[in-house]
């Protein structure tokens, strides 16, 4: 592989390491894919309805900058203004605004340890300071997160890769004690014991909630998240965004995702019932696995088994699983909750492994 820019790169990227995606297998048939917590199901005969008919000769037209349409759809279901929501390519380019909008080069940043993985990196493109604060042992936050004055801060909840959930009260502790703004990452929600949008219709001035359509909403591919938050932090989103940001396709099918309530709670409750089966498959096995309020379980195998040995002998029999080489989270891995056949193939291969 080349060096990326060779010696034109910028010198804070010399030493850098972008996030690395779970694996997307050029040939779809034939894996058990359960790395990248993807939905078990196919996206709402609606959505793909719509998709169908939005393709047509208004494509050679740019979308609206502002995706009105799919915004206002956004801000009815949750009951907030329209001006409360950002549309962006995947959660991702929402986080990614944050920081073009609330930090900057040579401030800080501050993230839990662990968290989702593509903060880091981030936070490195925008040559930020990170300020790292690790979890307690019994996954609650710690003192020193609410306390730390770094112009933004993310809490991801549930928490990925470990699928472990804060209250109210520890979310609400961080957002009133931090000064600047505190960027909830809220992508796996929608499987957690608790619906917080309230927060966000509460008016807290610093607080941003971040979701997605690629999990619950099964819309990976589609690439599309929204923020919510109060008009003024939505507007510094906006003025910070590519133009386009979301294309024509995107914005009709988040408006037909959005809109059919009953296909998503469906695809959540079938979620919920996996991944009860998936825990209980795991702990027979003798793996510890975690509460988990998302669509994965974060588990350890059972002692004597290298977690990063496992997941490359899954993937050499065509199973998928994500394993992360950093500290504290070597020794686990997290699973996708999948469908039963995908369960029953993985528990089938992992008993060969381990025998
Ligand atoms: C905690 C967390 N936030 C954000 C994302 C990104 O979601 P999207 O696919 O919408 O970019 C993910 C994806 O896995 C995630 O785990």
């Not at 936050?141 to 470990?162: C, G, M, R, W």
């Amino acid at each position: 592989m080349p060096r990326a820019g060779g010696s034109y790169v910028k010198a804070a990227l010399r030493k850098f390491a972008p996030y690395t995606p779970g694996l997307q297998p050029a040939e779809e048939e034939g894996w058990v894919k359960l790395n990248t917590n993807e939905s078990p199901w196919p996206p709402s005969p609606r959505v793909i309805q719509a998709l169908r008919s939005g393709v047509g000769e208004n494509l050679r037209l740019y979308p609206d900058p502002l995706s009105r349409g799919a915004r206002s759809a956004i801000a009815r279901h949750h009951g907030v203004g329209e001006d409360q929501v950002a549309l962006g390519n995947g959660a991702d380019e929402l986080i990614e605004l944050c920081f073009r909008a609330f930090t900057g080069k040579g401030q800080a940043v501050a993230l839990l340890q662990p968290t989702y993985p593509v903060y880091e990196p981030v936070a490195a493109v925008h040559e930020c300071r990170v300020s790292r604060h690790p979890y307690t042992a019994d996954h609650t936050l710690p003192e020193s997160f609410a306390a730390d004055e770094a112009p933004l801060k993310f809490v991801a909840n549930p928490n990925s890769p470990t699928g472990t959930w804060l209250d109210r009260q520890a979310v609400l502790e961080v957002v009133n004690g931090s000064s600047g703004v505190v960027a909830l990452d809220e992508a796996y929600v929608d499987f957690a014991p608790e619906e917080r949008t309230d927060l966000i219709r509460n008016g807290h001035e610093n607080l941003l909630a971040i979701r997605t359509f690629s999990k619950s909403y099964a819309l990976a591919g589609m690439r599309l998240g929204y923020a919510l938050g109060t008009p003024e932090l939505i507007a510094a989103l906006n003025l910070v965004k590519d133009s386009y940001n979301v294309n024509r396709l995107g914005a009709v099918a988040a408006v037909a995702a959005i809109e059919d309530g009953e296909y998503h709670d469906a695809l959540v409750e079938f979620v919920l019932q996996q991944r009860k089966a998936l825990t209980a498959g795991l702990r027979a096995r003798g793996f510890e696995v975690l509460p988990s309020a998302a669509n994965f379980v974060f588990c350890r195998p059972p002692a004597s088994h290298r977690a990063a040995d496992m997941a490359a002998a899954l993937s050499e029999r065509q199973v998928l699983v994500r394993h992360y080489q950093q500290e504290p989270v070597s020794g686990w891995l997290r699973i996708t909750v999948g469908t039963s056949e995908q369960h029953e193939a993985l528990l089938r291969t992992l008993e060969e492994i381990v025998r």
